[in-house]
């Protein structure tokens, strides 16, 4: 492996530096409310220097996400990687999906109080990360379906949209309800599995 130049190295640094004081200050005001100036004082940078990095608010913001859920999706390939059967693959990619949006959900919670609008602002969801991890849930379907645990005559796009779906509503539902934190997101997986294979009808 190649080692990084020194330059590269401070850049490297000063975006993750940058990275976590953005998450905070979208966490503690809100997408809406937070300014660069704002993440810039967290970060103890001048605002200029985050200028170089992201040309404005949105970037930033959209940056910060795809940085979170790619390390999601590492996380899931690599678990899902060391078991064959599907069930359990689907298993797993909505309990590590949970556990990630609880242990986020700070962050997260930008979707509740800012109405969901940051995120078809940037437009996530035709960001490079968002379209691996879309293509990676439709080849997850269509092992199901290969497998028997999943229906064939369903389109896997639209099965996959669907289980999207499912945990964005019951993620976004649980903090809604931050008041109630006996309740744990990640023991709602179970739950989130049996809907998706089974839907409210008596198995």
């Not at 330059?7 to 503690?28: M, N, T, V, Y």
């Not at 289980?163 to 023991?187: A, H, R």
Request: charged share 30%; proline share 1%; hydrophobic share 40%.
């Amino acid at each position: 492996m190649a080692m990084l130049s020194r330059k590269e190295r401070d850049r490297q640094l000063r975006r993750s530096d940058i990275f976590k004081a953005a998450e905070h200050i979208f966490a503690l005001k809100g997408y809406y409310k937070a300014t660069i100036r704002d993440i810039a004082k967290e970060a103890q940078y001048g605002t200029g220097t985050v200028y170089l990095h992201f040309k404005n608010k949105d970037t930033l913001y959209l940056a910060l996400l795809e940085e979170k859920l790619k390390c999601l999706f590492i996380l899931i390939k690599e678990k899902t990687g060391q078991v064959k059967d599907a069930k359990k693959k689907l298993e797993i990619f909505i309990r590590e999906g949970l556990v990630f949006f609880e242990k986020n959900q700070d962050f997260f919670q930008i979707f509740v109080s800012e109405g969901g609008e940051p995120y078809a602002e940037t437009g996530f969801l035709k960001s490079s990360v968002g379209l691996q991890l879309q293509e990676y849930t439709e080849n997850l379907i269509k092992e199901a379906q290969g497998q028997g645990v999943v229906n064939r005559s369903f389109d896997p796009e639209q099965i996959s949209d669907v289980l999207t779906s499912i945990l964005k509503t019951i993620t976004l539902k649980w903090l809604q309800k931050k008041k109630k934190k006996e309740e744990s997101l990640v023991g709602l997986s179970d739950t989130t599995l049996s809907l998706f294979l089974y839907g409210a009808a008596h198995k």
